[in-house]
């Protein structure tokens, strides 16, 4: 089924000067770009987008770097978006993704790992809402 999922470079793809590598692998892998955009975010944004995990440990940090520099939000659709995306970026910590996934090969830790992913089709559409507009959604260009 044709899926939508939200994918974010994060502050340290964007500051690692990484963007156009994450940008050229999710292209080979046949995403379409429906929406780009950079933005800052802020810790009442970012603790608003990431809110499921208010609460656990890692949350204070994660807001922190999460709004400690540019990130490049992107709305992505093709089949099977939700899994296929997961699967090029790899687990959370780069330590236990596979090799040849944009973590394994360019995220530092666990915490600062490059890329957001979402993790289920409903989040997808709920995420990509939470950064983009239905008209900045661009079907067929
Ligand atoms: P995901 O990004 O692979 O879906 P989640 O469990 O949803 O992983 O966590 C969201 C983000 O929070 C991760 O991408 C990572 O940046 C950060 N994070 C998750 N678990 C930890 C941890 O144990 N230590 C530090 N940061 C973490
Ligand atoms: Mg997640």
Redesign the pocket.
Known sequence: MVERTLAILKPDCVRRNLAGEVLARIEKAGFRILGMKMVKLTAETGGGF?AV?RGRP?FN??VAFMSSGKCIPLALEKENAVADFRSLIGA?DPKDAAPGTVRRDLASS??E?IV??S?SPENGRIEIAFFFSERELIQNA
């Open positions: 990431y995990h890692f940090d994660l959370t666990k915490g790992n957001h992913g993790d």
